[in-house]
């Protein structure tokens, strides 16, 4: 497998492995490039989000890699020192990608965001989960630019067909918004748009009915 794989080389790659004896700290992390699975540690401070969202390379260690569709078991790739997270379509995230969250902000979270249950494509994969949006805020909006590259999906599942990709479980699936191409509301345990119940509407127009 090449060791330049990765599209984009925005700066040199520097040695990044943890000295002999000292074990790699850092968050555990699994990536999804459009051919490529990643693994590793990825050598941060606090949540794994806001370090793909600063847009710059990431020093990672303990790296294994394979290609996505399993043709080829994953194998130690020593020389790959960071990762550009533009490069990045998916990131399966772990516990300890993320703080702890205090109960105070528990409830802030509840209060201001809403959930939905979403289908987001972003071949070749589709994420199936709940996406937190703020009020005013729809599915849809996932379309458009924000300051936020990647935004957290939880409870979440990514497939490439029918098959499963990455770890069995994970605390969020993490999206690069720029590779959306297609978001819908479904329910989050088929996969599927909700069956339109039957009878008249009682008026209004809602996200559902839009996005048929």
């Known amino acids: 497998m090449p060791f330049d794989f990765l599209r984009r080389k925005k700066t040199p790659e520097t040695a990044t492995s943890a000295p002999a004896g000292i074990t790699a700290q850092g968050v555990a992390f699994d990536g999804l490039t459009e051919d490529w699975r990643l693994t590793g540690r990825m050598m941060i401070e606090g ?45 399966l995230a772990g516990e300890d990608s993320k703080p702890e969250m205090t109960e105070d902000g528990k409830s802030a979270h509840r209060v201001h965001k809403v959930s939905y249950e979403v289908a987001i494509e972003v071949p070749p994969y589709r994420v199936i989960g709940t996406v937190h949006l703020h ?78």
């Open 47 to 91: 949540r794994l989000s806001d370090a793909l969202n600063k847009r710059e390379p990431i020093d990672i260690v303990e790296v294994q890699w394979g290609p996505i569709d399993g043709s080829e078991p994953m194998v130690a790739a020593p020389g790959l020192k960071t990762v550009d997270p533009y490069d990045l379509v998916v990131v």
């Open 135 to 212: 009020p005013g805020s729809e599915p849809d909006s996932l379309l458009s630019r924000s300051s936020e590259m990647f935004v957290p999906i939880v409870a979440a599942t990514a497939l490439m067909g029918d098959l499963r990709v990455g770890a069995e479980s994970s605390s969020a699936v993490l999206v690069n918004r720029q590779y959306i191409r297609g978001v819908e509301q479904v329910d989050a345990r088929t996969g599927e748009r909700h069956e339109k119940l039957p009878g008249a509407s009682l008026g209004g127009v809602n996200w559902t009915d839009r996005s048929r």
